[in-house]
């Protein structure tokens, strides 16, 4: 009895998502999607829906699952938001989805009109009706449709109306210029910012899971130490008084605590702590003679994966997140690092060092299924999209004597490994780190 | 005789080479002035002396913070000159190669750096005079992905602070 209650569920659960994508499945064939024009009731309006239907096509394009069939093929060209699409028609050129969607202005604001066909079931699927106070707010609109469209055909959850901070470089590589700084998910320059003016050189910065605030590294009088920036307040804050170095911080799953290494002043040995930015009570975690570093909460937040040398050569291990039962889960020959537990709880993105090469895999949480997603010189800092279904890491490329070559750039890929991009910068960027959804 | 001048002429040239080399954090070295100046112009105590007279720094072996026995050799002058200096301070700055993340570089720069340190320090070096930081890979002294970069990069600095 209990078994058909949840395959029922199961069903009407699968029934939801209009097509049903699953990461174990490999290389996916995108699906056609037609997007119209969007349309405007005069320049300014127009003028923004051009701009969405932008950043909505270039977004399902960038995830791999979609793409947007040309335009030029279109044989109905109405607005088909309040009227019912000749399915045929978009049959005939083979869009398997349809989206249709309008701009106006209210004296709320600016109100888009969208409405999401099935083609081939002859069904509308979505409907919605958006309202932004103002024009800086269209990028946001154009990234939550897309969020809308993804959810909808795929199932899974939407990743567009995110951010990416990351450290912008310049710079000869022996005195690199290091800025923190944040953009759309897309990279796209209109809502590129710098949080930092380069003067003190910023590390490894990582979102909270569940709001805007972020940690990193800082050099500031020379003092390696952890930080926390709010971006809705601009403040920034030392994290803890501590005498030695502080680095490789991240937070815990419910964005009140800090994890990271903290190297002991008098034996300059690093051990990994929690902090409790609440209560600025401290615990510490590890207690070895090896390095221990780049921890990762595992997003139920009962344990926490941490690279360490421990046994001879940097490996990656697991324990409570108490401290308790470690245990070495990497398994193949390499030196490993950079542990990133995904927010699906599934998987381990990893970095391994081997035969002169870096690679960034992703593994089981007991270190079973070792798989190489990206290999080249040098690699590092995998950072997961918050869906869990994508990876931004850096690529730095070999650098010459005569100091040229080391150029650096951020890149986005599936976890099947298929549907690498650059994600473009406007300098040199490294250490990318992915924002919850807005 | 003949080849032990040539040793030091040898000698003498590498030192000027490694002057004329960039400098680190907060070092300023002016290169040129430094290798044109054996003359005698070098300022006794400052960091000119030590990298010209001494030696400023030590190099490690791939991910290891273990003091080889040339760098034991080098630390053991750089004790010495500290205490014939008194009233010089120094920090001790821990590099690491780019092979290797960058968080991991940072935690094996500070033992490097510390290795000099307690070195320093049990040569008798007051510890009051001295400190150090990590820098990772943060701040390669010669740019360059192959060994030969590699090995100047892994290297623990010893800089006067005053």
Same mark, same amino acid.
């Given at each position: 009895?209990?078994?058909?209650?949840? &395959?029922?569920?199961? !069903?009407?659960?699968?029934?939801?998502?209009?097509?049903?994508?699953?990461?174990?499945?490999?290389?996916?064939?995108?699906?056609?999607?037609?997007?119209?024009? #969007?349309?405007?009731?005069?320049?300014d309006t127009s003028r923004y829906g051009n701009t969405l239907r932008q950043i909505i096509?270039?977004?399902?394009?960038?995830?791999?699952? !979609?793409?947007?069939?040309?335009?030029?093929?279109?044989?109905?060209?109405?607005?088909?938001?309040?009227?019912?699409?000749?399915?045929?028609?978009?049959?005939? #050129?083979?869009?398997?989805?349809?989206?249709?969607?309008?701009?106006?202005?209210? /004296?709320k604001g600016i109100r888009l009109r969208m409405r999401l066909y099935d083609v081939f079931n002859g069904k509308e699927i979505e409907k919605l009706q958006l309202t932004v106070p103002n024009e800086d707010l269209i990028r946001r609109v154009g990234h939550t449709v897309s969020d809308i469209v993804y959810e909808r055909i795929t199932g899974e959850t939407?990743?567009?109306?995110?951010?990416?901070?990351?450290?912008?470089? #310049?710079?000869?590589?022996?005195?690199?210029?290091?800025?923190?700084?944040?953009?759309?998910?897309?990279g796209h320059l209109d809502s590129h910012q710098f949080l930092t003016d380069g003067k003190n050189l910023v590390l490894t910065p990582r979102f909270a899971p569940n709001n805007q605030i972020i940690? =990193?590294?800082? =050099?500031?009088?020379?003092l390696p130490r952890v930080y926390i920036y709010n971006l809705k307040t601009g403040e920034r804050e030392i994290v803890g008084d501590f005498p030695g170095m502080t680095f490789a911080p991240r937070f815990s799953p419910d964005s009140q605590s800090v994890v990271m290494s903290f190297s002991d002043p008098n034996t300059a040995n690093s051990e990994i702590y929690l902090m409790d930015l609440n209560t600025r009570s401290l615990s510490r975690l590890t207690n070895d003679s090896g390095i221990d570093t780049s921890p990762s909460f595992s997003p139920d937040g009962e344990k926490i994966v941490f690279n360490s040398d421990r046994g001879g050569s940097p490996q990656l291990f697991i324990m409570e997140k108490n401290g308790d039962n470690i245990k070495? #889960?990497?398994? %193949?020959? %390499?030196? =490993?690092?950079?542990?990133?537990?995904?927010?699906?709880?599934?998987?381990?993105?990893?970095?391994?060092?081997?035969?002169g090469n870096f690679h960034i895999g992703v593994m089981d949480t007991n270190g079973n299924n070792e798989r190489v997603i990206v290999r080249d010189f040098a690699l590092e800092s995998p950072a997961w999209s918050?869906?869990?279904?994508?990876? &931004? !890491?850096?690529?730095?490329?070999?650098?010459?004597?005569?100091?040229? %070559?080391?150029?650096?750039?951020?890149? !986005?890929? /599936?976890?099947?490994?298929?549907?690498?991009r650059i994600i473009p910068t406007p300098r040199d960027g490294s250490d990318p780190a992915w924002s919850p959804l807005l | 005789m003949l080849k032990k001048l +040539?040793?030091?002429?040898?000698?003498? +040239? +590498?030192?000027?080479?490694?002057?004329?080399?960039?400098?680190?954090?907060?070092?300023?070295v002016d290169a040129a002035s430094a290798s044109s100046s054996s003359g005698g112009e070098i300022t006794a105590g400052t960091q000119e002396d030590l990298i010209v007279n001494v030696g400023d720094r030590v190099f490690f072996e791939f991910d290891s913070s273990e003091l080889t026995v040339d760098a034991q050799a080098t630390l053991d002058a750089q004790a010495a000159w500290l205490m014939q200096y008194p009233d010089t301070n120094i920090t001790v700055e821990g590099h690491a190669d780019e092979r290797g993340t960058r968080e991991y570089n940072l935690a094996l720069g500070d033992k490097r750096a510390f290795s000099v340190y307690s070195y320093l320090a049990q040569a008798g070096v007051d510890t009051n005079r001295m400190e150090y930081v990590s820098w990772g890979k943060e701040r390669p002294e010669v740019i360059g992905s192959d060994e030969t970069a590699y090995s100047q990069n892994r290297r623990g600095v010893t800089l006067v602070s005053n």
């Open positions: 009895m209990i078994k058909k209650i949840l &395959i029922v569920l199961f !069903f009407s659960f699968k029934a939801n998502a209009a097509l049903e994508v699953t990461i174990a499945q490999g290389k996916v064939e995108p699906t056609p999607i037609a997007i119209t024009q #969007i349309f405007g009731a005069d320049s096509s270039n977004n399902l394009t960038n995830s791999g699952l !979609f793409f947007t069939v040309n335009e030029d093929l279109y044989i109905q060209s109405d607005n088909l938001v309040e009227k019912v699409p000749r399915f045929e028609d978009w049959k005939l #050129i083979k869009a398997q989805f349809l989206l249709s969607a309008d701009v106006s202005k209210s /004296d939407g990743y567009f109306d995110t951010r990416i901070v990351y450290v912008s470089e #310049i710079g000869p590589l022996d005195q690199r210029v290091k800025r923190l700084a944040i953009m759309d998910q897309d940690t =990193y590294m800082e =050099y500031k009088n020379n070495r #889960i990497s398994k %193949g020959r %390499g030196v =490993y690092g950079n542990p990133v537990w995904s927010p699906r709880g599934d998987l381990i993105a990893f970095t391994k060092l081997t035969q918050p869906n869990g279904r994508y990876l &931004i !890491f850096h690529r730095q490329k070999r650098s010459n004597l005569d100091g040229t %070559g080391g150029e650096v750039t951020i890149h !986005f890929i /599936d976890i099947t490994g298929y549907n690498e | +040539f040793m030091l002429i040898v000698a003498g +040239f +590498f030192l000027a080479s490694c002057a004329a080399t960039k400098t680190e954090q907060g070092g300023d």
